[in-house]
């Protein structure tokens, strides 16, 4: 049975955090690919400094030619309106109905899944993964996960070292002039500074 994780998000822009959980995910999941999903509209989170959608799908599929298995969908941003996970994965399953289906995301939202939109499809549809941002959140997972698991929810938590970048940190640094060069692959970083992203 193939194996596909699913890494959705705003990717506002993607960075190197996100390729390294995603390519540790593949490597424990063994995964045959990983499908980066940019959201079309967030519903979980104000983003009041979105790039446009097909400006955020471009940086992604720069960024995914670092990994032979890294592959990108437009499938949120086709659909339009809020990008609710549990539709994606509904339409994924469409797609690849013999494959098994892992949904990497960091330890905020690990911790929120029952307040989703339609959690109860997302859990049917595919095994929930997540990784602690220290070790004093370890904890805090794996009890969480325990919980689900009690409700018949499949979960894969791991300890990845955690890049102590985010989208945010991109932004502000893009603002205010400084380099982003250790925390974007050069691609990206470059696309952002020709295209004047984030720079108001």
């Not at 959140?137 to 890049?163: M, N, Q, W």
Request: hydrophobic share 40%.
């Amino acid at each position: 049975m193939q194996k596909i994780a699913v890494f959705g998000g705003t990717f506002n822009p993607i960075h190197n955090g996100h390729l390294h959980i995603a390519g540790e995910f593949a490597k424990r999941l063994k995964a045959d690919k990983v499908i980066f999903i940019p959201a079309n509209i967030p519903p979980h989170k104000q983003a009041p400094d979105l790039a446009p959608a097909a400006r955020r799908l471009k940086m992604c599929r720069m960024a995914a030619e670092e990994n032979h298995i890294f592959q990108v969908s437009n499938i949120e941003i086709r659909r339009g309106g809020a990008s609710y996970t549990s539709e994606t994965l509904e339409q994924l399953k469409l797609i690849y109905p013999d494959a098994e289906l892992f949904l990497l995301m960091g330890e905020d939202m690990f911790l929120t899944l029952e307040q989703w939109h339609d959690p109860q499809t997302i859990f049917r549809l595919a095994t929930v993964c997540a990784a602690p941002r220290s070790s004093s959140k370890r904890s805090r997972l794996k009890s969480y996960a325990s919980h689900l698991a009690e409700k018949g929810v499949r979960t894969f938590i791991e300890d990845i070292s955690y890049l102590p970048v985010s989208s945010t940190i991109v932004r502000e640094a893009v603002k205010a002039g400084r380099s982003i060069s250790s925390l974007v692959p050069k691609k990206v970083e470059r696309y952002i500074l020709e295209n004047r992203l984030y720079m108001e």
